[in-house]
């Protein structure tokens, strides 16, 4: 123990650290000031886009007026029936955003977007496509049933939303690499100023540093995460707007099916601590045998990111480690993963770290 709290405190005393902690919380609480300032903007665009389609409607309505005095049709008569109703949905879900009725806009919205289907089977012009509607009219009906209304995935101030946004910009390819990028050089710069010359002749096993400083980093990642939870989850507890059962808001998967914030925020925990115990366990590796700060860094670079384009290129399997990245993509599209895939993560944690253990020793300063 004393061991690794001299590490840590080797680690402090660097400055890489302390000023990642802090841009993580300066980032966290930007992105959270940005997303206040935009409540107001949310709602006005709102309104532009729903009065937009009220437009074309009316436009399209006006056009069938014109033809249906040419003569009589059965078709164009139906439609002008069903567009007028669309349009006075279209109102009444204005009215509704307007006064801020989020139940009434939820229920406005799947009554303008049945009438909307409806309409374009009868070859009405409507710019949203069938699947989208349907998406939507499905999610509204699971926010009344759960009481909670729509948030916006990008601008959110409710607290499990604000998360989930988080969670996606920071817990992916690049937020990763710029942690790893930091730890590994707290080992490299060892062997670079030749201090650990003086660790290898202290009576201390080349085992037991390893796992000192696996440990010690590992802390350290640790410490990074639960900055990212509970600043993320502090700020709009705090200061956002958190209607019903928050942390049972519904996500969408891949399959279009719903899981619970609840669920999401525990998988992407699990899924965090698991993917940076096997990031750690790989940088420690690579910082052993390379020792190199630039090089290392390069490799690092391009290994994490080539995992990327491997996974994207279609290697997307539950057994390559890289896949877990981005943690956001994984628990929503690939929901079958958990928690074989913490599993996974941990096994190559475990084979990594052997590796830099037998490769190391026998090997000189």
């Given amino acids: 123990m004393k061991l690794i709290l001299f ?51 009316i436009s399209q309505y006006q056009t069938d007026r014109e033809e249906i005095l040419k003569g009589p049709n059965a078709e164009i008569e139906a439609r002008l029936e069903i567009g007028g109703t669309l349009y006075d949905k279209l109102e009444k879900l204005i009215t509704a955003i307007e006064d801020k009725k989020w139940k009434k806009e939820l229920k406005a919205e799947i009554e303008v977007y049945q009438s909307a289907l409806h309409y374009k089977e009868l070859e009405g012009s409507f710019v949203l496509n069938d699947n989208d509607m349907q998406k939507t009219i499905k999610q509204n009906e699971e926010l009344l049933k759960r009481s909670l209304p729509k948030e916006d995935l990008d601008y959110s101030i409710q607290t499990t939303v604000f ?16 942690v790893l990028l930091v730890l590994a050089t707290l080992i490299t710069k060892e062997f670079e100023d030749h201090n650990m010359q003086l660790v290898y002749s202290l009576p201390i096993a080349r085992n037991k ?11 350290v990642g640790l410490v ?34 719903f899981i619970n914030s609840r669920v999401y925020i525990k998988q992407t925990i699990i899924y965090s601590i698991s993917f940076i115990g096997f990031s750690i366990a790989t940088i420690l590796f690579l910082s052993f045998f390379i ?68 490769s190391n020793r026998k090997r000189g300063i």
Avoid: H
């Fill in 7 to 57: 590490e840590l405190k080797k680690m402090i005393r660097t400055k890489g650290v302390p000023i990642l902690l802090l841009l993580t919380v300066l980032f966290i609480c930007g992105l959270f000031m940005r997303n206040v300032i935009q409540q107001d903007v949310l709602q006005t665009k709102k309104i532009e886009k729903f009065s937009k389609y009220r437009s074309n409607v």
């Fill in 163 to 178: 998360m989930k946004k988080v969670i996606s910009l920071l817990f992916n390819t690049a937020g990763i690499i710029i």
């Fill in 209 to 219: 540093l390893i796992g000192v400083k696996f440990f010690s980093l590992l802390i």
């Fill in 224 to 257: 990074w995460l639960s900055t990212v939870f509970l600043v993320s989850y502090a700020l709009p507890t705090l200061f956002g707007i958190n209607v019903g059962k928050i942390f049972t808001y519904p996500l969408f998967t891949n399959e279009e099916n």
């Fill in 291 to 358: 020792r190199n700060s630039i090089v290392n860094s390069l490799v690092i670079l391009m290994l994490f990111c080539g995992g990327l384009l491997v996974t994207n290129s279609g290697f997307n399997s539950i057994w390559n480690p890289f896949s877990y990245q981005n943690i956001d993509f994984v628990v929503l599209n690939t929901p079958d993963y958990y928690p074989l895939g913490a599993v996974v993560l941990i096994g190559f944690m475990i084979l990594l770290l052997l590796l830099t253990i037998l």
